[in-house]
């Protein structure tokens, strides 16, 4: 007799981790556009950019609380890849930021608000997953009630920075 058990939200974690990964991140020529073909914008100095489409992003700023590695191996493509579960608490935002490489992030309890420089704010509930594209100015925020368990997940060269911290007065952290 085979017996099942209900999924957990771990457990739904790692599946949504590993299918991303599986998936991996895109990394187009910064200069010609990302994945979805629009251009992008390279920022790879500025340090004191303090709003996303002319408007200052809502939220306390502050790093991830209890962050984990769940994986961390170079590829045999050379890459990294990395994978970072942590917790983003009710009220709190992370700085505006770039990914020189872009990435992903998959949402388990909660829900975030997304800032994207070109677009209109977008929200991802718990059980989705969004695109980072590379090197565009970006922020998320949790604007709700309940912390919000995310998984990032990367693909990039040894020793990249999976983040850059664009706006000033960052507290430290992911």
Known sequence: MTQTRPLTIAGLGVIIAIMVVAAGCANPDSTTGNASGSTTTTYPTAKDIT???GKSVPGRMLGLLDVSTMLGTVKANGLQLTVIRGIRPAGTRVAIHTHEYGGHTCVLTG???DFVEGKEPATHPAGTCYYMPP??????????TEDVVLIDN?????????????????PGGI
Do not use: K, Q, S
């Open 51 to 53: 709003t996303i489409n």
């Open 111 to 113: 829900v975030l608000t």
């Open 135 to 144: 090197d565009t100015l970006m922020a998320v925020a949790n604007l709700g």
């Open 154 to 170: 990367y693909n990039l060269p040894v020793g990249a920075p999976t983040i850059t911290i664009r706006e000033p007065g960052w």
